[in-house]
């Protein structure tokens, strides 16, 4: 691992206000002014923002936030229309997305995009940083880059053991559940060993059983020292795992703060949680759900047996 | 994999004794087969029509409860063993006394000739090209005859209008398709891959048009092309001079003949270059894909996206390998423009591009050895059908019905065999001769 990634206690966040665009102690992106129009929508409006390193940041938001067009627009695969933003100090404005991976910022994709045709231990030397073996000129000649490929697979295999995929490593990545694919990407961008790894709806998808060791997985990113910025819908992820929030609405940031401090706002609460925020939605969904299909099922019962006499 | 996958399938009927009984497809594709061996397709089909009758035998005995259709299957296997009978006999005669006045073993040299001979290493060699671009990194190039022509042209033009050494003209003929690429390469490789695809195709066009213009015909010598450029490489000839037999003297024959081929002298040199040529790229290819680099160029066909954001300089990535695979189409085109000793712009149209993709496709993309067999399977084929077509169509009373053909269709009808043949392959062997199938098969995201 990166050697000035320092195990630092993790940074005192209570002294920060929570106010949208708040100052931290120690960001490490800051932007201002960033603005996106698809045509007459303004998908992203946003006036400062700073991330706090060493760190897990949560982006929350309903649907058309504008939570993944930010994240398109800070890795560079998107364009904005105004505004400048920094990573680590480093101007970002109008970089390519391969450049703002290769100085430490590395992102995932809502749609999971594993390399569903190569094996997934392939997938994972791909992000091995710097190969001289990727030189057009060197790939001929084996000898130039095979112990840099031997250490780059060690490297694979300890990080697939981590994220327990080490069973699947000939396997197609084509060839893996949706969940697998997560870690697998996840696993793939630390390849690139990124300072700060943003995860796009890391949960979506996920089964139930897989979900909990990929939480692990999220802290564990920040426990090696990395800082973490995600987007997520599940809110019981971002109440477990987050250290900081961030509430987009119609392309805005309009809250921040703490999980708690930020699900006990009024205004966040309208916005997005709505009234039901407390009770587990998907509890109530269930019960309901059964009821409805046996009245159904009795109902078609009911069907046959007139048809049939 | 068996055991669990039979399971289900024994209980299944149990379960719903009432579902209806049908027919396995490979009863219809059995029946298919059979009529059209002893029809239409003259016995070549009626092999499989007994295979796939056979399996779906197989496939009623082991469940009767689901699958109905036995009589059937049984006739398509009947039909199949009547049209193999009918073949085998067929082809007997033809090659022993020869059969209703069609040669068979001349069918069949003329074919093996074209397969093996400088035909075949043309079509290979701009194969080769285009599996590095479709096949490894998924860049959609219609228009490597552009590049071939380049390449022609680049030789014949240094040597027969600028008058400048053999050499230098190879040098020049090498370096006009790596320029090609480039200036294809930097406004569309940015772009969706259908940008690529219209802009090689709508260039590749130009280019023959300009090359055969009245207005540049001092030049590139308008339709005639140019011509006298390849003595050096006629001269170069090992086979005018030397004998394998009988060192220092000259070879003692015209034709080399071996039975079953046959070259003249000048194809045999041809052939020597041109296969060395062949072993060369592949050797590159093959190099170049099993390293880091080749696992780049496949991530990018896959998702250029997830290759970005892992830091990779993709728009560069696809540049070298648009620069490399035009590299082969150039050294293709040289090696026409040097077997036949001219160059002509009616030889660079958008058809030998299209050819050039079907040898890649029945070879297998994505393999070092597809597009090499490919070209020699699509030889053969083409060549053999109009040998077999023409005689079939030749002399006052031919074989085959006027009504059905007649001698003008006959060069003709083959490419309607191979368009036909093209689509029963993408149906059922889509990943070619040598393709994987569980590459094809993984198509989630």
């Not at chain 1, 694979?156 to 069973?167: C, I, P, Q, V, W």
């Not at chain 1, 300072?195 to 139930?208: H, S």
């Not at chain 2, 009626?46 to 049984?74: C, H, N, T, W």
Request: proline share 4%.
């Amino acid at each position: 691992m990166a050697a000035d990634l320092g195990k630092t206690a993790r940074p005192d966040l209570t002294g920060i206000e929570h106010v949208p665009g708040s100052k931290k102690p120690d960001a490490i992106v800051v932007g201002d002014h960033i603005t996106r129009q698809f045509g007459g929508l303004k998908a992203v409006d946003v006036g400062h923002i700073e991330i706090q390193r060493g760190v897990i940041t949560a982006l929350i938001g309903p649907n058309g936030a504008g939570k993944t067009t930010l994240f398109n627009l800070l890795t560079g695969f998107d364009t904005p229309d105004t505004g400048e933003w920094s990573f680590n100090g480093h101007p970002l404005a109008r970089v390519v997305p391969h450049k703002v991976a290769r100085l430490g910022m590395v992102r995932t994709f809502q749609l999971t995009k594993v390399l569903a045709k190569l094996s997934v231990i392939e997938n994972m030397r791909l992000g091995a940083k710097g190969q001289s073996g990727e030189s057009f000129l060197k790939a001929a000649l084996p000898f130039l880059w095979r112990s840099e490929e031997a250490r780059n697979t060690e490297r694979a295999d300890e990080l697939l053991a981590r994220f327990k995929l080490d069973a699947k490593r000939e396997d197609f990545a084509g060839s893996l559940s949706g969940g697998q694919r997560k870690l697998l990407e996840m696993a793939r961008a630390l390849m690139v060993d990124p300072e700060l790894i943003m995860l796009d709806e890391p949960m979506a998808g996920v089964n139930p059983a897989l979900k909990q060791s990929l939480l692990g997985h999220v802290k564990s990113l920040r426990d090696e020292g990395r800082t973490v910025l995600f987007v997520e819908h599940d809110m019981d992820m971002v109440r477990d795992i987050s250290d900081w929030v961030i509430v987009m609405a119609q392309g805005q940031i309009v809250a921040e703060g703490t999980p708690d401090a930020v699900m006990a706002d009024p205004a966040v609460i309208d916005a997005y949680l709505g009234a039901h925020h407390d009770t587990d939605l998907s509890e109530m969904d269930e019960k309901a759900l059964e009821a409805e299909a046996e009245a159904e099922l009795e109902a078609e019962l009911h069907d046959t047996e007139t048809k049939g006499s | 994999m068996n055991t669990t996958e039979k399971s289900p399938a024994t209980e299944e009927p149990k379960a719903a004794p009432t579902q209806a009984r049908r027919t396995p497809p490979e009863v219809v594709t059995s029946i298919v087969l059979g009529i059209l061996g002893i029809t239409l397709a003259l016995g070549f089909t009626s092999p499989f029509a007994i295979i796939k009758g056979r399996q779906a035998v197989a496939k009623i005995d082991e469940d009767p409860a689901r699958y109905d259709g036995r009589p059937l299957a049984m006739v398509g296997q009947v039909l199949g063993i009547v049209g193999t009978v009918w073949l085998v006999a067929w082809l007997v005669l033809s090659f022993t006394v020869g059969f209703a006045g069609i040669d068979m073993f001349d069918v069949l040299r003329t074919a093996l000739n074209q397969a093996l001979g400088p035909n075949a290493i043309v079509y290979a060699l701009a194969a080769i090209g285009l599996n590095v671009h479709f096949g490894y990194t998924g860049l959609l190039n219609f228009g490597q005859a552009g590049f071939m022509a380049v390449g022609a042209y680049g030789l014949a033009v240094t040597v027969v209008t600028w008058d400048q050494p053999f050499v230098l003209g190879i040098l020049v003929a090498l370096l006009a398709p790596v320029l090609l690429a480039l200036v294809l390469g930097v406004p569309t490789l940015r772009l969706r891959a259908d940008y690529l695809a219209i802009a090689t195709i709508a260039t590749a066009e130009i280019l023959r048009l300009v090359f055969g213009a009245v207005e540049t015909k001092s030049v590139f010598g308008g339709s005639n092309g140019l011509n006298n450029y390849a003595g050096t490489y006629q001269d170069a000839n090992i086979f005018r001079t030397w004998d394998v037999f009988n060192p220092g003297g000259a070879l003692g024959f015209d034709r080399l003949d071996l039975w079953i081929m046959s070259f003249s002298k000048r194809d045999l040199w041809s052939m020597v270059i041109g296969w060395l040529l062949v072993a060369l790229c592949c050797l590159v290819v093959w190099a170049l894909m099993r390293s880091p680099w080749g696992r780049l160029l496949r991530a990018i066909r896959e998702d250029e996206d997830a290759v970005r954001s892992l830091g990779k300089n993709v728009f560069a990535y696809k540049m070298q390998a648009l620069v490399l695979g035009g590299l082969f189409g150039g050294l293709a085109g040289l090696y026409l423009a040097l077997k036949q000793a001219s160059v002509v712009p009616s030889d660079y149209s958008t058809n030998m591009t299209f050819l050039a993709f079907v040898a890649l496709l029945i070879g297998g993309a994505a393999r070092v050895a597809g597009p090499v067999i490919g070209a020699m399977i699509l030889w053969f084929l083409i060549s053999g059908m109009r040998e077999f077509f023409e005689q079939a169509t030749a002399g006052a009373d031919p074989v085959m019905p006027t009504w059905l053909m007649d001698n003008t269709q006959a060069s003709l009808i083959r490419f309607v065999a191979v368009g036909l043949g093209l689509m029963l392959l993408m149906i059922f062997r889509p990943q070619g001769i040598f393709g994987d199938r569980r590459e094809i098969a993984i198509d989630g995201r």
